[in-house]
């Protein structure tokens, strides 16, 4: 599997704002929901935004509903994440894979992770 290729994190601070990119490319990514989740050591991993293939929904986890909104373009095998209003709780490295359409859940069995990029907001 191709991995994704995600970009875009930096240093922040509390409401600011970055706009992520992930560069998906490959039949694994192609007409699947897609989203973001993040990481922060020694905590489980949250899903925080998925989009379905067509760009004709999109789901939230409560955290970060109403400041983050999630995008696709196809043409480009491209996800975006606009993240607004940064809180120190976003600090984490965000990542992007296939979910379970409906869910906040990556796919089970996907392995293809990529390096991530990390988001640090600063109080």
């Known amino acids: 599997q191709v991995q994704p290729v995600e970009s875009g994190g930096g240093s922040v601070q509390a409401g600011g704002f970055l706009r992520l990119s992930c560069v998906a490319s490959?039949?694994?990514?192609?007409?699947?929901?897609m989203g973001w989740l993040r990481q922060v050591p020694g905590k489980e991993r949250e899903g925080v935004a998925v989009?379905?293939?067509?760009?004709?929904?999109?789901l939230y986890a409560d955290s970060v509903k109403g400041r983050f909104t999630i995008s696709r373009d196809n043409a480009k095998a491209t996800v975006f994440l606009q993240m607004n209003s940064l809180k120190p709780e976003d600090t984490a490295m965000y990542y992007c894979?296939?979910?379970?359409?409906?869910?906040?859940?990556?796919?089970?069995?996907?392995?293809?992770w990529g390096q991530g990029t990390q988001v640090t907001v600063s109080s």
């Open positions: 894979a296939p979910f379970i359409c409906g869910t906040t859940n990556p796919l089970n069995g996907f392995n293809a």
């Open positions: 490959g039949d694994t990514y192609r007409g699947v929901c």
């Open positions: 989009i379905s293939p067509s760009d004709s929904w999109t």
